[in-house]
Every structure is written in C-alpha cells, then in structure tokens.
C-alpha cells in the first residue's frame, strides 16, 4: 500500500487494520522530503507487535542548484558513505565520487558547460535521482 499526502497537510491521520495479515514480520516506512522512518511490526495470532529496536531513520540527500553551483548534502550520523555520480544528456558518467567519514557529507559542484545533468545519489543500499538544468 502506498498513498501520497498533501505536503501543506499540517495533520495526517490514517487507521490500518493489520491484524488481518498472516502472521510474520512487517515494515512500515513513513517518507518525507527529508528522511524515511522504518516502523518494524509483526503480526503474531491477530496481534501487532512494535519492534522498537529494529526501527531505523534514513536521512535522504539534499540536492539544489544555486547559479551554476550544485550543492548536494547528506545528514549521516551512522556515517555511510555517499556516492555521487554525475550523469550528461548521454547519460555518460561525467563525475563519480565516494564521500566518507563525517556526519554531515557535502560538496559543491561546479559544471563547466551547459546542460541537463543526472545526479544519482547512492546510500545505504538506496538511490536517489536529481536533474539540474546548467545554463550558460
């Protein structure tokens, strides 16, 4: 199931009947701009059982262009290294790079021609794409 909420909703509220579902484990993921929440749940004999340990936060990357700068960002405080691959028109690879060992991992990029760009954004096993139009 997947449903798309109003970002200007300043309240969502949505009741699930899961006990319904055959017993095993579940996931529920809330995302936002910014982050994606992982709920763990399980479903043992029409009961739903929070696993508060196994919920993880996963902080999205940030991409936004200023002029002909591209700053692109990540909140990582677990410090998963992040991969920025940077696509032409051709989807030829123009720039690919890993960044590591900080919380907070950034770089500005500077295009020299004009164009539309790709830029893939790889973390912990999940990827994020950005087109920026380059003018000149």
Known sequence: YKENVDKDALTYQKKFSLNKLPDGPYNLELEDELQIVTLSLAVKDMKIVRDEIAN??????????????????????EQEPMRVIIYNNNYDVVHDETLTGKVDL???????????????????????EHTVSINK
């Open 106 to 128: 950034g770089r500005v990029y500077t295009f020299e021609e004009a164009g539309d760009y790709t830029i893939a954004v790889k973390s912990d096993n999940k990827t994020f």
């Open 56 to 77: 993880a936060k996963f902080f999205k990357p940030v991409v936004y262009k200023k002029g002909e700068h591209v700053y692109v960002s990540k909140f990582s405080p």
